[in-house]
C-alpha cells in the first residue's frame, strides 16, 4: 500500500483530527450503551404464549421509560420481571388495578363485562374464578389461548414488577 493510499485510508477512518474523532466515537459508545442498557433494553422471546403477536425466538426492545410517563393500560404488553433483568415474562395487560377479572368458557370479564380480544385468535375453554386485583395490582395474560391453561404463566402482577412495555 502506497503513502498517498495509506494517507487517505487514515483520514477516511479517523479523520483530520484523531483525538476529536476518538472522543466522538466514545460518546457514542456511551450514548448506546446508556440507551440499550437502560431506556430501549434489548429481550428475545422463548416461547409461543404470545403468539400470534410474538413469536419464538423473535427480538424485541422494552421501552422502560414510559411508566414513568403515564399508568399501564390494558392491552399493553409488558415485560414482567421475575428474578431481575435474566428472566422475565411478555404478557399482555388484560385487567387494571381495583378490577374484577373472571374467565368463562375461554372467555375474559372484567367487572361482569366481556373483554373484546382481537388480539386472541384461538380460545380453549379456559376457566379462571373472579380475582379482585388491588390498588397496586393488574392482571397479565398471554395472547395464545389456543393453548392448554396449564401451559401458560398468567396472573396478578404488582405495578412495580412491570419492566416496562414492548416496543412494537
Not at 493510499?5 to 466515537?25: D, E, N
Not at 450514548?31 to 409461543?48: D, K, N
Not at 376457566?127 to 398471554?142: K, M, R, Y
Not at 392448554?148 to 404488582?158: C, I
Request: proline content about 5%; charged content about 20%.
Amino acid at each position: 500500500m502506497s503513502n498517498s493510499t495509506a494517507s487517505l485510508l487514515q483520514r477516511l477512518l479517523i479523520g483530520r483530527h484523531p483525538k476529536r474523532t476518538l472522543f466522538r466515537a466514545l460518546v457514542l459508545a456511551a450514548v448506546a450503551a446508556f440507551i440499550f442498557g437502560y431506556v430501549l433494553v434489548p429481550v428475545r422471546i422463548s416461547g409461543v404464549s404470545m403468539e400470534p403477536t410474538y413469536h419464538d425466538g423473535g427480538l424485541n426492545l422494552i421501552n422502560r421509560p414510559l411508566y414513568l410517563l403515564r399508568e399501564p393500560r390494558r392491552g399493553d404488553v409488558v415485560a414482567v420481571g421475575t428474578t431481575g433483568w435474566h428472566i422475565m415474562y411478555c404478557k399482555r395487560i388484560i385487567a387494571l388495578p381495583g378490577e374484577t377479572l373472571a374467565i368463562r368458557r375461554g372467555t375474559v370479564f372484567i367487572n361482569g363485562q366481556p373483554l373484546a380480544e382481537s388480539y386472541v385468535k384461538a380460545r380453549d375453554p379456559w376457566e379462571v374464578a373472579p380475582v379482585q386485583l388491588g390498588s397496586d395490582e393488574v392482571f397479565v395474560i398471554g395472547d395464545n389461548r389456543g393453548m392448554d391453561q396449564q401451559l401458560h404463566v398468567f396472573g396478578k402482577v404488582e405495578r412495580r414488577k412491570l419492566l416496562g412495555t414492548m416496543l412494537w
